[in-house]
């Protein structure tokens, strides 16, 4: 991509912001090198790589690479198997935790599980923290300048034999310094050459015996070193010593643990700066509130709602521009300060960083074309030195476009042919218009020329857009609208300023008639063109109503099936409820018959009944909705079923079924119901015991009940081993079990419906 045009549109400011979102210096120098790239798929990539940066920063926050920094220098010298000093090995430590938090970081996982992979989870897979190092490393050395006292126990020894001399040291210089209190300047201690020494007032010199280190500018105060702790001094400097050879040998280990880690290190750093500089693209995509363009090999831009990214919020208004599929060349016409410039850049400049992997101020679904070449003739190309005109200098560089442009390139002219003659300006803009059009460049122009407005609408492939003004306001609205070429505002505009009627009609005669009448013709469009765009804003809005409108029918629709539905289950649930208390009276009917009447066939009729209902009763209970809604009237049946007297039953009010005791007078429902979620049968044997558990299942089961206990006890188990056998004939119940321990164990059966 030619410099110029980076230049002229301004990328290296998009870059400078690009570089302030990295936290490395590599990371930076990566920002600060990007150009824009023609490969397609090294294109997609990089956009791929900073969406999915974005993606992780949504939802994990930011990660910083602050520690990442170029060690090439360390690692040169772990080739040549030199050793390292504290400050270069506590930079690899630094580096290696920084690697550590990033593959903590890169862990894609979400509440515990692996979530689906991105184009960045090969980076963070790939980085190596290597722990043994850094904590060698990071356990022997506190800062650049501090080694710690345990990096070995011969340094520790050392550091502590250090102390005890300096602690006799001090004790005795305490003593000699009170005891020539009178021969001192001061009472205190001062270093002069590394020495303790005694600040002794220049008369009193012979007064205190030592070593002679230093003397004060006056002269008055001499600095001596006392006898007594020349030896102290002399051991410190042999400890001294032996530190720093201990110390350097302990470099030396940990450099060996390096030199066989350099190779890693290295690619820990390459993959850091790389991460850095992605994450750095989608900082820059969060700021700008960008998107990733759709990028395409077929000369298609279509930018939607795009803003400059260099332009403040509130000053930039978005542009709708198009380029490439209906036609080639573009010809955007209007007032001065109207936003042309502005559109053409922006049209260049998102494409430069499309190109560059970087998202775009635009709404999502955006196209960009990907180009060989971007060329731009924008600005004011005047040339003091080389005494080139403005028209001048814009032609040479014009001339520079139309001998390199190809069928690859994106051509931007601002104000094409200016700075001339009007007449051949035009000329000239047209011809080179036309050459670029017919060799297949992408082209956008502006112009205020009404020969390039009709050359538009009489060029296939080539089409006229304007920005609009608003006369009222005399301002620019700065929206592009594409199809019609812009209107001059002249005399509108001066009329409004208050320039005289006669002079503005005066003017009016000065215009030829095509001029005037073409002029005309496109205030008619605009004027068609503003009353299609009310009406389309209306229809909108119409559409927008019947959309709600629509959903609120399918709403109120949702709404009544849903009604429907709970009544048709109230109605079953009601159904069940005369059927169980049906049932009920049923029983109790047989039960009072049973104990007035003395013939066993007449009690086996009734049981044989009994059970029959019984039977039809777990069958409804199993039936679909439909079959139970054409069986709703089966209640009220059996309720009038049981409402007659008996057999040789008197109508005394006393026994069930009589006039005046209806069933339906005592119906309740189901879930009313009280029936005890567990039954006692001790004492009882097998026999007795499965008949009550008959009629205890059946009604727990209607009753919806899921699980009912049966107290048997422990006993022999003879009891137990009955109702276990009992329960495994029952095609009711799913699983039954002896209880916890210390809910009842052995002497309790679960069971499960």
Not at 122 to 140: E, K, M, Q, V
Not at 738 to 744: K, M, P, R, Y
Request: net charge negative; charged share 30%.
């Amino acid at each position: 991509m030619n410099s110029k045009a980076l230049k002229t549109l301004e990328y290296d400011k998009v870059i400078g912001m690009l570089t302030d979102q990295a936290s490395s210096d590599p990371g930076r120098k990566l920002c600060r090198e990007l150009l824009p790239s023609s490969d397609i798929n090294e294109i997609r990539t990089a956009l791929l790589e900073t969406t999915d940066a974005a993606s992780r920063i949504r939802e994990k926050g930011h990660l910083s690479f602050g520690d990442t920094r170029d060690l090439s220098a360390s690692l040169k010298r772990l080739d040549i198997q030199a050793s390292l000093s504290m400050s270069e090995l506590l930079h690899i430590s630094r580096l290696l935790s920084n690697v550590k938090r990033a593959r903590s970081y890169g862990s894609h996982e979400k509440d515990g599980e692996a979530s689906s992979l991105d184009s960045l989870e090969g980076y963070f897979h790939t980085l190596d923290d290597i722990p043994t190092l850094n904590r060698a490393i990071s356990s022997c050395i506190i800062d650049e300048d501090t080694m710690a006292d345990d990096a070995s126990p011969e340094l520790k020894s050392i550091r502590r034999k250090r102390k005890s001399i300096t602690d006799r040291m001090h004790t005795e210089l305490n003593a000699i310094l009170n005891a020539h209190r009178m021969y001192l300047q001061d009472a205190v201690i001062a270093i002069r050459d590394s020495a303790y020494c005694l600040p002794v007032k220049a008369e009193y010199k012979s007064q205190v015996a030592g070593v002679i280190h230093d003397q004060s500018s006056t002269g008055s105060t001499i600095f001596i070193e006392p006898m007594a702790v020349i030896r102290f001094n002399n051991e410190l400097r042999e400890l001294d010593a032996q530190e720093k050879t201990e110390i350097a040998k302990i470099l030396d280990h940990l450099s060996e643990l390096a030199i066989p880690c350099r190779e890693t290190i290295a690619a820990d750093i390459r993959l850091m700066s790389h991460l850095d500089f992605v994450f750095a693209k989608a900082g820059l995509s969060s700021k700008m509130k960008g998107e990733a363009p759709q990028i395409n090999d077929k000369g298609i831009t279509d930018l939607k709602q795009a803003r400059h990214p260099l332009l403040s919020g509130t000053k930039v208004v978005p542009i709708d521009i198009k380029i490439g599929e209906d036609y080639d060349l573009l010809i955007i016409t209007g007032p001065n300060t109207g936003g042309k410039t502005v559109s053409l850049k922006t049209v260049g400049l998102l494409t430069l960083m499309a190109q560059s992997g970087l998202h775009i101020p635009a709404f999502q679904n955006s196209r960009i074309a990907v180009f060989e070449e971007v060329y731009a003739d924008i600005g004011d190309e005047q040339s003091i030195e080389q005494s080139l005109s403005t028209f001048s200098g814009h032609m040479r560089n014009i001339v520079g476009i139309v001998n390199r442009a190809d069928v690859n390139s994106l051509c931007l002219f601002d104000e094409l042919g200016a700075g001339t003659d009007p007449t051949e300006g035009a000329a000239l803009a047209i011809s080179v218009l036309s050459f670029l059009h017919n060799m297949g460049a992408k082209a956008i122009a502006t112009t205020h020329y009404s020969e390039l407005k009709v050359y538009a609408l009489t060029t296939p492939g080539v089409e006229n857009a304007s920005c609009e003004f608003d006369v009222e306001t005399l301002r620019p609205t700065y929206r592009i609208l594409t199809g019609i070429p812009g209107k001059s505002n002249a005399f509108a505009i001066s009329r409004r300023l208050g320039l005289p009627e006669f002079i503005i009609d005066d003017a009016g005669k000065h215009i030829e008639k095509n001029d005037a009448a073409f002029e005309d013709l496109i205030a008619k469009l605009n004027e068609e063109r503003q009353i299609i765009e009310r009406d389309r804003i209306e229809i909108e809005k119409n559409r927008r109503e019947i959309e709600e409108l629509k959903k609120r029918r399918a709403q109120q629709d949702e709404n009544l099936d849903e009604r429907k539905e709970r009544l048709l289950r109230q109605a079953r649930e009601e159904a069940r409820a005369i059927l169980i208390e049906a049932k009920t009276t049923a029983d109790e009917t047989i039960r009072s018959i049973n104990k007035i009447t003395s013939d066993p066939a007449i009690s086996k009729r009734l049981e044989k009944e009994r059970a029959r209902i019984r039977s039809g009763l777990k069958q409804t209970m199993e039936q679909t909705p439909e079959e139970e809604d054409r069986n709703l009237d089966m209640a009220s049946r059996l309720m009038n079923a049981w409402s007659g007297k008996g057999p040789d039953m008197k109508d005394d009010g006393k026994t069930p079924g009589r006039k005046g005791r209806m069933p339906e007078q005592h119906t309740t429902h189901v879930r009313s119901a009280v029936i005890s979620p567990e039954i006692n049968v001790i004492g009882k044997n097998v026999d007795e015991a499965c008949a009550e558990l008959d009629k205890y299942l059946d009604d727990a089961l209607l009753a919806h009940l899921p699980k009912v206990r049966i107290i048997h006890g422990r006993g022999t188990g003879a009891l137990r081993n009955g109702i276990h056998a009992y329960l495994r004939r029952q095609k009711s119940v799913r699983h039954f079990h002896l209880a916890e321990f210390d809910d009842g164990g052995d002497a309790i059966t679960v069971v499960e419906f």
